[in-house]
C-alpha cells in the first residue's frame, strides 16, 4: 500500500510542476517581513548550496511561488498583507502547490498557533531563536527528500 501511495504522489508532482534542469540548484523561498531575519535564513540556506529567493510579504510570496518552481518555501505567520496562516490555505487549496514542502519559522510557542500551521497545512514548525544547526539539517533533510521525489519521478 505504501508502495501505491508513493506512486500515486510521484505522479501527481510530475503532472503538476514543472522539473529543474538536473544541473539546477533547488531553490527555496523565504518569506519573512523582518530584513534581518531574513538575510540570515538566506545566508544559512545558501550555505547549503540552495538558490533563495526572497519575499517581504505573505502576498509577494505567493505570487512568487506561481510564477516559479521552488523546492520548498520557508514562511513566518506574522507578516503583512498576507499573514503565514493565509499563505498556508492559498498554497493548500492550489493544485500546483499543495505538495510543496512549507517550513514555518515563528516565534509564536503556544500549542494553538502550533496546531493551527500544521492543520493548515505546514510540513513542519520551527520555533525562534532557531538552533541554526539543526535549522541547516532540517532543510538538508527537506531538500534532499525533495530532489529524491523529483529524480523517482524522473524515471518512471
Known sequence: MQSANRC???AYLVMTREPHPPDQRPRVLIAEDEPFSRKVACGRIAALGATVVEAEDGAAALTLLLQEPFDAAIIDLEMPK???FQLLGCIRGHPKLRHL???VLSGREDGTSIRRALAAGATSYLQKPLNWTAFGEHIRSVLSLRAQLR???QAS
Open 8 to 10: 500515486l504522489t510521484v
Open 82 to 84: 498576507l499573514d503565514g
Open 101 to 103: 514542502p512549507i517550513i
Open 151 to 153: 529524480t523517482a519521478a
